[in-house]
Antibody, heavy 124, light 107 residues
Framework: QVQLVQSGAEVRRAGSSVKVSCKAS????????ITWVRQAPGQGFEWMGG????????NYALKFQGRVTITADDSKSTVYMELISLRSEDTAVYYC?????????????????WGQGSLVTVSS | EIVLTQSPGTLSLSPGERATLSCRAS???????LGWYQQKPGQAPRLLIY???TRAAGIPDRFSASGSGTHFTLTISRLEPEDFAVYYC????????FGQGTKVEIK
């Protein structure tokens, strides 16, 4: 069974940065995209970007380009998300999630396994 | 960016009733590029549907979905107590965006 376990809650000051980790177990780590999705309090979801560990190249949502960096450490089966220049609007639960991907040319970029979420609180 | 608008915002129903949730896209979405999720308080979302109508592994058959173009629907045929939650649609035709959610609450 695939499990994604995230690092704990963080509190940061506005203008600083945060790095959240997501450790995968129970599946083939490198072949699937691991993505980051955030949910502000009482709000919906925003896709931030993702990475396929065996390729090592991340892609990002336009909104977050320049502020977010997603990396992977294959040896630790862990993906990291770093967000810089934090502002109060970045207060949210940050989830990592595995993207279902493509099989025999049939692609579905939905998220079939999720981490437990990491609350990031940004204070001004 | 494709904007997804879900309606209604809240659906008040009793166990055993049928729930019909709507998800409308600001522009046409490939009929195979839409998913649905269920989220309960304090939990991560659970994938219900992908490819607009295919149930994910382990999802009961009381959940069904359909649609194409700009209008998609999730139907829960007979609400069980554990189905009261918030439901989100997500498109993956162009990047990935989510609707704002429909809360299904007990009447």
């Amino acid at each position: 069974q695939v499990q994604l376990v995230q690092s704990g809650a963080e509190v940061r000051r506005a203008g600083s940065s945060v790095k959240v980790s997501c450790k995968a177990s129970g599946g083939t780590f490198g072949n699937y995209a691991i993505t980051w999705v955030r949910q502000a309090p009482g709000q919906g979801f925003e896709w931030m970007g993702g990475i396929i560990p065996i390729f090592g190249t991340a892609n990002y949502a336009l909104k977050f380009q320049g502020r977010v960096t997603i990396t992977a450490d294959d040896s630790k089966s862990t993906v990291y998300m770093e967000l810089i220049s934090l502002r109060s609007e970045d207060t949210a639960v940050y989830y990592c999630a595995r993207e279902m991907g493509c099989f025999s040319g049939d692609c579905h970029f939905v998220f079939d396994y999720w981490g437990q979420g990491s609350l990031v609180t940004v204070s001004s | 960016e494709i904007v997804l608008t879900q309606s209604p915002g809240t659906l008040s129903l009793s166990p055993g009733e049928r729930a019909t949730l709507s998800c409308r896209a600001s522009q046409s979405v490939s009929s195979t590029s839409l998913g649905w999720y269920q989220q309960k308080p304090g939990q991560a979302p659970r994938l219900l549907i992908y490819g607009a109508s295919t149930r994910a592994a382990g999802i009961p058959d009381r959940f069904s979905a359909s649609g194409s173009g700009t209008h998609f629907t999730l139907t829960i045929s007979r609400l069980e107590p554990e189905d009261f939650a918030v439901y989100y649609c997500q498109q993956y035709d162009t990047s990935r965006t989510f609707g704002q959610g429909t809360k299904v609450e007990i009447k």
